[in-house]
């Protein structure tokens, strides 16, 4: 994956998975050393369809998908989980993850009702760990399965 140091972030938006976009999202590649970090988007979208608390979403910049992420929020519960973020490999490095967890947390905060979001990942993703350490969350104990568990208080 190569960096591209000092480029500004790129405008994002968040669209639902659908009809119109799901073949783009089914389409997105991860470079292979990548894989072993995040679920593919076929099994996150299967898995949307059975659990209805999850809330995918297509990562859209200039009017082209360029990743996937997935969270829930359920309403009798104060925490949300973002627990899946990839963005395709020929568009790392320009913003467009830091981009997509800005919007994602945004629209998580105007539910109203969430106080935090986690967020998870392998001990051995530094990008996932610098991108989320960013944005403020804190990580605490590694979880069951020896992953990152990672925290961020909402303000407000
Ligand atoms: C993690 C991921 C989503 C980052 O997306 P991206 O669009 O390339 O990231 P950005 O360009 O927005 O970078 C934002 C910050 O993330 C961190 N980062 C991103 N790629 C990095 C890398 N290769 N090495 C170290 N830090 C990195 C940096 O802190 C960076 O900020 P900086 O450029 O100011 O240093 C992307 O690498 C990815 O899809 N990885 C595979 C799947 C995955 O690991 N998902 C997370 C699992 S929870």
Same mark, same amino acid.
């Given at each position: 994956?190569?960096?591209?140091?000092?480029?500004?972030?790129?405008?994002?938006?968040?669209?639902?998975?659908?009809?119109?976009?799901?073949?783009?999202?089914?389409?997105?590649?991860?470079?292979?050393?990548?894989?072993?970090?995040?679920?593919?988007?076929?099994?996150?979208?299967?898995?949307?369809?059975? =659990?209805? /608390? *999850? $809330?995918?979403?297509?990562?859209?910049?200039?009017? !082209?998908?360029? @990743?996937?992420?997935?969270?829930? &929020?359920?309403?009798? =519960?104060? /925490? *949300? $989980?973002?627990?899946?973020?990839?963005?395709?490999? !020929?568009?790392? @490095?320009?913003?467009?993850?830091? &981009?997509?967890?800005?919007?994602?947390?945004?629209?998580?905060?105007?539910?109203?009702?969430?106080? !935090?979001?986690?967020?998870?990942?392998?001990?051995?993703?530094?990008?996932?760990?610098?991108?989320?350490?960013?944005?403020?969350?804190?990580?605490?104990?590694?979880?069951?399965?020896?992953?990152?568990?990672?925290?961020?208080?909402?303000?407000?």
């Amino acid at each position: 994956m190569t960096r591209a140091a000092g480029m500004s972030d790129q405008p994002v938006a968040l669209e639902p998975v659908g009809k119109g976009n799901r073949a783009a999202v089914l389409a997105l590649e991860l470079a292979p050393e990548q894989q072993g970090f995040v679920a593919s988007n076929t099994d996150s979208l299967a898995e949307a369809r059975r =659990d209805g /608390e *999850a $809330i995918p979403r297509a990562v859209v910049a200039a009017g !082209r998908v360029v @990743g996937f992420l997935m969270y829930s &929020a359920p309403d009798d =519960d104060d /925490e *949300a $989980i973002i627990y899946r973020l990839m963005i395709d490999r !020929r568009e790392q @490095g320009k913003g467009l993850g830091r &981009a997509a967890i800005a919007k994602a947390l945004e629209e998580i905060a105007r539910l109203g009702h969430v106080r !935090r979001v986690s967020i998870c990942y392998e001990l051995e993703n530094e990008a996932a760990r610098r991108l989320y350490a960013g944005f403020g969350f804190v990580e605490q104990e590694p979880d069951e399965d020896g992953e990152m568990i990672a925290v961020l208080e909402l303000g407000g």
